[in-house]
């Protein structure tokens, strides 16, 4: 049977741990990862690009997974998470994915405390902020930087594909790619550029493979429904709300008119509050 995705989200988990951990895309992600932390691009060539299962703490724990984890010298990782939607708690996740990951070497017995990056894709504006790269690092009580073991960098994609900033070339790039939905616009973008090219054919095969393609669209399904399932809770609860004050504001009305020695009959006809409901005020 031939499948070929007609369109290819790139912010899709299944095709972002895909393409990011293939060796076509291998030159892209470092030349990439090198210019944002300053890693020398040989050492990230060269280095371990894992699958995203993270050691458990407990026997019986369910089982965590990042994105990516690229394992370089030293026992040093960064982690790469895509963040397609807004979640509940999606950066507590990733952070605890972080130190969880760090935990790890110390309790090895290793008496080098790795550093650990975590970049996040985040294809929304979480924190409102008008910058496209955002930086955390553990600080201290003054604000001070406390450690530079750590750090959460966060790329919003909307404010780096904005013209208004000026972004750095391999990122600009990179995002870039990540926002075209069809091969042929990814091909007009980067013709001539053998680097991105070999990528975008990576993600063409994989576009025609039958069983990435069941597991693309497992993906898409499942966040596009864990989006659905939030926004509606959401308009629930805004519904609800409403509600909820339109009839603490018919409980106060009624409380004034029952101070003025208003039969309860006729408040319940000015409120459209029950005798019963009335009784219990």
Not at 10 to 32: P, Q, W
Not at 112 to 137: A, C, E, H, R
Not at 231 to 245: F, S, V
Request: hydrophobic share 35%; with cysteine.
């Amino acid at each position: 049977m031939n499948v070929k995705l007609k369109s290819i989200n790139m912010l899709n988990d299944a095709l972002f741990k895909s393409l990011f951990r293939s060796i076509e895309a291998r030159e892209m992600v470092s030349n990439f990862l090198s210019e944002l932390t300053g890693i020398k691009k040989e050492i990230l060539m060269n280095a371990d690009y894992q699958g995203g299962e993270l050691p458990k703490k407990k026997l019986k724990e369910k089982g965590k997974q990042s994105d990516i984890i690229i394992k370089i010298e030293h026992d040093n990782r960064i982690i790469l998470e895509m963040n397609q939607y807004k979640t509940d708690f999606i950066f507590e996740k990733n952070v605890s994915y972080a130190f969880s990951i760090a935990s790890e070497t110390i309790m090895s017995g290793s008496k080098k405390y790795p550093y650990v990056i975590m970049i996040s894709f985040d294809n929304f504006n979480k924190f409102k902020s008008k910058y496209p790269i955002l930086n955390f690092k553990l600080r201290d009580e003054y604000g001070n930087i406390e450690s530079e073991q750590y750090q959460s960098i966060h790329l919003i994609l909307e404010n780096i594909v904005n013209n208004e900033y000026t972004i750095s070339k391999e990122t600009k790039k990179l995002i870039s790619l990540l926002k075209k939905t069809t091969i042929e616009e990814m091909e007009k973008e980067f013709k001539g550029d053998d680097t991105y090219m070999a990528c975008i054919r990576k993600g063409e095969d994989l576009s025609t493979d039958p069983d990435f393609v069941g597991y693309y669209d497992i993906e898409e399904a499942r966040k596009q429904e864990n989006w659905e399932f939030k926004q509606t809770g959401i308009r629930i609860g805004k519904e609800e709300g409403k509600k909820e004050g339109e009839r603490n504001k018919q409980i106060e009305i009624a409380k004034n008119l029952f101070s003025m020695d208003m039969k309860i009959e006729d408040i319940s006809k000015a409120t459209g509050l029950s005798i019963e409901e009335l009784k219990n005020i």
